[in-house]
């Protein structure tokens, strides 16, 4: 167990749609990390928040948005949801923001749309 | 060209024997070098962590990385039934990025 929790699990909704996907850090952890994973195009980083603050942005849609609040957890929403975004969400916890240190991941949501 | 490549396999190994895992990365900036491993439907956790050039050793794992080949590998041996999954290389440039490869899936046969 990581100590990162993500919620839900599991998420099944409809081309179109809006869902939103919650990550927890570790305790004391400042950055999160968000994460996509599927089949054909592997893990993708999507979007890091450092202690509130947008600090690094990767392959994230502008159909995806992301927000960290004050008590650190994160949510990740989507929206406008295409059958193409069917895929793992993985968020990721670490204490600090430069990528020096272990980056601890949660166990994922598994997205489908159909 | 894919910024990290890593062949996907699938890579079958006897139990005990030496298994070498590679990555190649076309990005000169990126300075932090990591190998995680994968069990279907998990997240992802950290085995190695390196930062430039050198070797790194942690039981049965070593990590190398050759900056002027753009060249990672890791090592493990006395490979067990139980390290059978798949390993991503992961890189990053002081934090701005983060990039994986897509991973080698790795069976280990006893």
């Known amino acids: 167990d990581s100590g990162v929790t993500q919620t839900p699990k599991h998420l099944i909704t409809a081309t179109g749609q809006r869902v939103t996907l919650r990550c927890s850090p570790r305790?004391?952890?400042?950055?999160v990390y968000w994460y996509q994973q599927s089949l054909d195009q592997g893990l993708q980083f999507l979007i890091q928040?450092?202690?509130?603050?947008?600090?690094a942005k990767g392959n994230i849609l502008e159909r995806f948005s992301a927000q960290q609040f004050p008590d650190l957890h994160s949510e990740l929403n989507l929206s406008s949801l295409e059958l193409g975004d069917s895929a793992l969400y993985f968020c990721?916890?670490?204490?600090?923001?430069?990528?020096?240190?272990?980056?601890?991941f949660g166990p994922g949501t598994r997205l489908l749309v159909l | 060209q894919k910024e990290v490549e890593q062949d996907p396999g699938p890579l079958s190994v006897p139990e005990g024997a030496i298994v070498s895992l590679n990555c190649t990365y076309s990005?000169?900036?990126?300075?932090?070098f990591m190998w995680y491993r994968q069990y279907s439907r998990k997240g992802p956790e950290l085995l190695m962590y390196?930062?430039?050039?050198g070797n790194k050793e942690d039981g049965r794992f070593t990590a190398q990385v050759d900056k002027s080949s753009k060249y990672i590998s890791l090592f493990i041996r006395d490979s067990q039934p139980s390290d059978s999954a798949t390993y991503l290389c992961?890189?990053?440039?002081?934090?701005?990025?983060?990039?994986f490869g897509p991973g080698t899936r790795l069976s280990v046969l006893p």
């Open positions: 990721a916890s670490s204490l600090t923001s430069d990528g020096q240190e272990t980056q601890y």
């Open positions: 305790s004391g952890d400042l950055s």
């Open positions: 928040y450092y202690n509130g603050e947008e600090r």
């Open positions: 990005n000169s900036a990126f300075q932090y």
């Open positions: 390196t930062y430039s050039s």
């Open positions: 992961a890189m990053t440039n002081y934090g701005q990025n983060f990039v």
